[in-house]
């Protein structure tokens, strides 16, 4: 069954250290894997995905198939990152093609 | 373009009553979602539809139903309502399966 772990439900670090939200997932298939976003009074948005690899906001991930791994990593963390942060997980076939599977959430906290 | 819409942003809800929460997207996307987020919990799947006239259930769909009349709009019904459907429900809408998907800004429903 398909399915998104994301272990930490809150996350704290000061203004310029790095910050790694990790996210682990579930799928036999070849998996389709993206980050969102939800600033503070603002709707979900999406963040990054893997297969356009670029940098979004400083922000990379790289997808791991062999520990099943798509962390999302900054080097360094800025005050208006603070935001939920929800990775989530596209199938490639069957009957749950074109959805998402959600991961519960990492909120981050940058302190100044 | 207004994006993705949702009517109402608040709702109190007795047990037992019933309720329609609205969705509109005018960016000619085929597929729509709607999520529910609990607190804790990530965003659950309830219904989602590929085109016009075609819905299928998600992972929570019980106490709910859907109908998509139009590419536009994709209501959802809450029959019967239960305070275990109080929650934080989003709509969203892609073009097609893996694109990016567009969030509305949400509705809090509580039910007493």
């Known amino acids: 069954a398909q399915r998104v772990t994301q272990p930490e439900k809150l996350l704290s670090v000061f203004k310029g250290a790095p910050v790694e939200l990790k996210c682990n997932y579930s799928y036999s298939g070849s998996p389709e894997l993206f980050w969102y976003v939800q600033y503070s009074r603002q709707r979900l948005q999406l963040l990054l995905r893997?297969?356009s690899r670029e940098s979004i906001k400083g922000f990379t991930a790289d997808l791991n198939k062999g520990e099943t791994s798509f962390h999302l990593k900054k080097p360094f963390a800025q005050e208006e990152d603070s935001a939920m942060y929800y990775c989530a997980l596209g199938t490639d076939r069957g009957s749950t093609l074109g959805r998402l599977y959600f991961g519960r959430g990492t909120q981050l906290t940058v302190w100044p | 373009n207004a994006g993705v819409t949702q009517t109402p942003k608040f709702r109190i809800l007795k047990i037992g009553q019933s309720m329609t929460l609205q969705c509109a997207q005018d960016?000619?996307?085929?597929?729509m979602y709607w999520y529910r987020q609990d607190p804790g919990m990530g965003l659950k799947l309830i219904y989602y539809s590929v085109g016009a006239g075609i819905t299928d259930k998600g992972e929570v769909p019980n106490g709910y139903n859907v109908s998509r009349s139009t590419t536009e709009d994709f209501p959802l019904r809450l029959e019967l309502a239960a305070p275990s459907q109080t929650s934080v429900y989003f709509c969203?809408?892609?073009?097609?399966?893996?694109?990016?998907?567009?969030f509305g800004p949400g509705t809090r429903l509580t039910v007493l």
């Open positions: 960016m000619n996307h085929n597929y």
């Open positions: 969203a809408s892609s073009y097609s399966k893996g694109n990016e998907q567009f």
């Open positions: 893997h297969i």
